[in-house]
């Protein structure tokens, strides 16, 4: 069983801790956190959490900060404009059992027509979001599917970042071996 304890960001699985995607990224350092500020750590979870009412259809005009319309702007474009937003799974947590490794990925649905896993960015995604997305999709029960990261910006408009099939098993590659750096600096250092 999978639990997540959102006061400390880790993962257990069957009672015992196991690492999360993000924080192994930014562990490793594939993450330039150079940029981060409280303000924007804040923003992110903010723009997250109306998104995630938004994509339950839940969200109430009183349920957010109203300066956060122009990224919900942004992201009801994204799925007009993309024929998303019929989301099968909204923030998901997944496991992987070979790897042991767990994460919570935003949503899953069809984008352009294609099955595709979307991590939704308040800031510029990086790239490390290519090595993000394929971590969730090799860790969700199903198929492979498209991934893409979409940036949502303060003026109502979006960017796609989709990273698509071809680089899914380099990317997990790169993945699996901060994966196991992780766990050796953890063992030995």
């Not at 007009?80 to 949503?107: M, P």
Request: hydrophobic share 40%.
């Amino acid at each position: 069983m999978l639990t997540f304890d959102p006061g400390s960001h880790t993962y257990c699985w069957d009672g015992k801790e196991v690492p999360g995607v993000t924080s192994i990224l930014g562990a490793e350092g594939f993450v330039d956190d150079r940029w981060f500020t409280d303000e924007a750590r804040d923003r992110g979870k903010a723009v997250h959490r109306v998104c995630e009412l938004w994509n339950r259809r839940i969200l109430d005009q009183y349920d957010y900060d109203w300066k956060l319309d122009p990224y919900l702007t942004a992201w009801e474009r994204f799925e007009i404009e993309t024929g998303a937003g019929d989301w099968e799974l909204i923030e998901h947590r997944v496991y992987h059992e070979a790897l042991g490794y767990a994460g919570t990925f935003d949503v899953l649905g069809p984008v352009f027509g294609t099955r595709t896993l979307v991590d939704i960015k308040s800031g510029e995604p990086g790239a490390a979001a290519a090595i993000q997305t394929a971590a969730y999709v090799a860790a969700h029960d199903g198929p492979w599917c498209g991934r893409m990261a979409v940036h949502l910006m303060p003026d109502g408009r979006y960017r796609i970042h989709d990273y698509g099939l071809e680089t899914q098993l380099s990317d997990l590659e790169t993945f699996a071996a901060a994966l196991r750096i992780n766990r050796w600096k953890g063992e030995n250092l």
